[in-house]
């Protein structure tokens, strides 16, 4: 295996640990002090989360057979890095800050080094 292809393994168990905690995180939690509809959609969204853990799982055991795969993966973790920064440039930064920034920076950053070294493990 490339050394490219074990960065983009090892940033797939990440984003699958990621997904699986956070994801059962909010399954458990929902989204307290708020309507039932806000609730379901929230629990929804979380169960989509954490089937993405499996999703990521799967692709980085099986990471020299997968193509475009990873690409779709990068592209959802900077989707939701990009919903976050929206949230937070209309509604402001949830607190504690600290937090909210180390979630935030993963998933703007992460993607490009996944695709961009998954693009080196093809040439390779």
């Given amino acids: 295996m490339s050394l490219a292809q074990h960065i ?4 797939l168990f990440l984003v699958t640990a990621i997904a699986f905690l956070g994801g059962t995180l909010q399954m458990v939690k929902g989204q307290p002090h708020t309507t039932p509809e806000l609730d ?6 979380a169960g989509v989360y954490l089937s993405m ?4 799982l799967w692709a980085a055991i099986t990471i020299r057979e997968q193509g475009a795969l990873i ?6 973790v900077l989707l939701g890095g ?3 920064l929206l949230s937070i440039a209309k509604v402001g930064m949830p607190q504690p800050r600290g937090v909210w920034l180390a979630y935030l ?3 703007l950053v992460l993607p490009f080094v996944i695709a961009g070294a998954h693009y080196l493990s093809k040439g390779a």
């Fill in 8 to 11: 983009v393994q090892v940033c």
């Fill in 40 to 45: 379901n959609v929230h629990r929804f969204l």
């Fill in 53 to 56: 853990g499996f999703i990521g």
């Fill in 71 to 76: 690409y779709l993966i990068a592209l959802a």
């Fill in 82 to 84: 990009l919903g976050r």
């Fill in 105 to 107: 920076v993963p998933e």
